[in-house]
């Protein structure tokens, strides 16, 4: 994931966050389905969506503070 693209994560609702993350969720289930059935060349990849899901939680728990503490 580029620098802009993680910048830009904290930009956006959390409603686009959540439709992201199980997007992200869903393209990890099928790289690991890929991996277990010998179709996958890069292995890396797997490695890189959890870091992006893990991103997109922390984004989502920020925001969860922010809200709680604003209120």
Do not use: C, G, H, P
């Amino acid at each position: 994931m580029k620098t802009k693209d993680r910048k830009d994560m904290f930009t956006k609702t959390d409603k686009e966050l959540k439709k992201i993350l199980l997007d992200a969720k869903d393209s990890l289930f099928n790289l690991r389905i890929d991996l277990s059935q010998n179709k996958l060349k890069n292995t890396t990849s797997i490695v890189l969506k959890r870091k992006e899901i893990a991103l997109i939680l922390t984004v989502l728990r920020q925001k969860e503070f922010e809200n709680a503490k604003n209120t």
